[in-house]
């Protein structure tokens, strides 16, 4: 079964917890009350202003890919509000981006939906995400790309998407520097700078370099993430950034003439 055919149903709300779980329990008509009172409802497993806490999945399902895959939709829902409209580039880009199966595409919509009339702010979601997720940081880039594929999917970034995306890095606890290399890698018009992919300056070493490129080739690793959280539909997606981070390695070895 897809992710998606795990994550449509109450018991994966009501075992997710937080905000997250609300969302999903709203979904699968399960609502209780409203949903910004969700986080502190002892039936939705919430816990108040810490958004970690989830209960036992039936089923085998993985709490974290659910949690990566709801959080993707719920921040992506959050961000179509920021410029007011949702465009058709976009929602492709969603589907692209999710890889979801024609016969999932209406239960994901009506999530996406449910997220998107939701009074809510966005930050409630992302903080959950960021504690389920805390000192894995590839995840939460994972992430944090997949937001700025559909928000890059008409050609352009609003700057009141890049704002949003930026309030979202920093609740994941991402620094600026980090933030801007994401950034350069989706919007820079002469591609990304080699160095800033591997997060280090011009002035590195090669052996700084050389270890760098080998910590990440190995956090990012489609197989590393997909075993720490990462539901296999985003497989394309890890790829893409697995080629962007050798692209930047071949080049600075090139530059350099680094064997």
Do not use: C
Not at 120 to 147: C, H, K, S, V
């Amino acid at each position: 079964m897809s992710i998606w055919g795990k994550i449509i149903g109450g018991t994966a709300g009501f075992a997710l917890g937080g905000p997250l779980g609300a969302i999903l329990g709203a979904t699968a008509g399960h609502v209780v009350d409203k949903i910004k009172n969700s986080a502190s409802d002892p039936r939705l497993g919430g816990s108040g202003p810490h958004y970690g806490g989830y209960q036992s999945f039936p089923g085998g399902q993985d709490p974290r890919q659910i949690a990566f895959a709801t959080g993707v939709i719920i921040l992506a829902a959050k961000m179509a509000k920021v410029d007011g409209h949702v465009s058709r580039d976009e929602i492709d880009a969603f589907k692209r981006v999710f890889s979801i199966p024609p016969g999932e595409a209406k239960n994901v919509g009506r999530i996406f939906d449910m997220a998107k009339a939701s009074p809510d702010g966005f930050e409630p979601y992302a903080q959950q995400i960021a504690t389920m997720f805390r000192g894995e940081r590839a995840l939460l880039e994972g992430i944090l790309e997949a937001l700025y594929q559909i928000a890059m999917a008409d050609g352009q970034l609003h700057p009141s998407e890049q704002a949003y995306l930026k309030k979202v890095a920093h609740i994941f606890g991402f620094a600026d520097i980090d933030f801007d290399r994401v950034h350069q890698a989706h919007t820079s018009s002469n591609g990304p700078d080699p160095y800033q992919q591997l997060g280090l300056g011009r002035d590195a070493s090669d052996d700084e370099l050389k270890s760098a490129h080998r910590k990440l080739s190995r956090e990012n690793h489609p197989d590393t993430l997909m075993a720490k959280g990462m539901p296999p539909e985003f497989i394309e997606q890890a790829n893409e950034k697995m080629a962007r981070i050798n692209a930047a390695w071949d080049q600075i070895r090139k530059e350099r003439g680094i064997r």
